[in-house]
């Protein structure tokens, strides 16, 4: 009978952590700030990490195409330059890039968090083809970003192999013996992401904005 009781008041909050966020900007908006950068088409894995534990917090995907997009699976990032269609981020300038890792980079005595990008530089079909898969794969269901994240990765060639599972390390790992991957790190304050009143702290948390 306990038992029943313990379900029944956790089931709730167990469906509230898995409702994925279906959110679905209109055309005009992501025609609006559609992005093409000049560097070379490419793959990245932004992982969140834990600076006392190093623990995984966050995976997601850069992929720089026809336009640069963030695949961000069940992430919470939101911005008004950066409309969002079912985890897939638009409008990827360069400055919204740095809003982007600079919200994760924390360290705050709550949430101490520093952000690696690793990347792989592919040629433009392979670019297109993890684009679509972005697409296509729909919104991912809360704690699931390393799953999401290797679901997209399944079906673009020459990263078929991305491990499954929750775990945003274990991919990581396995993302850093592809041939030519170059890695970066972030840590909160990092001066490579100044970009003035894009960020602000609220109530002990961060949010972004546009002034």
């Not at 919200?103 to 684009?131: I, K, M, W």
């Not at 673009?156 to 041939?179: K, Q």
Request: charge should be neutral; proline fraction near 6%; glycine fraction near 8%.
């Amino acid at each position: 009978m306990l038992r029943r009781v313990l379900i029944a008041l956790t089931l709730p909050l167990f469906l509230a952590a898995c409702g994925a966020d279906n959110k679905w900007a209109s055309d005009e908006a992501v025609r609006s700030v559609r992005y093409t950068s000049n560097e070379p088409t490419s793959i990245s894995l932004i992982t969140v990490i834990g600076l006392v534990r190093g623990e995984g917090g966050h995976t997601a995907l850069l992929i720089n195409g026809s336009q640069r997009v963030i695949f961000d699976p069940a992430g919470s990032f939101a911005h008004p330059r950066a409309p969002e269609r079912q985890d897939v981020l638009y409008g990827v300038t360069p400055e919204m890039l740095n809003v982007y890792i600079d919200y994760h980079a924390r360290n705050l005595p709550r949430e101490r968090y520093y952000v690696t990008v690793d990347t792989v530089q592919v040629s433009p079909e392979v670019a297109e083809a993890a684009l679509r898969a972005a697409q296509e794969n729909g919104a991912v269901n809360k704690a699931f970003c390393a799953v999401g994240t290797s679901n997209v990765l399944h079906k673009v060639p020459g990263f078929e192999g991305a491990p499954g599972g929750f775990s945003p390390i274990r991919m990581r790992d396995w993302f850093l013996t592809l041939p030519g991957v170059q890695s970066t790190s972030y840590r909160d304050n990092d001066p490579r992401l100044v970009h003035g009143d894009l960020l602000r702290m609220k109530d002990g948390s961060i949010e972004a904005y546009d002034r």
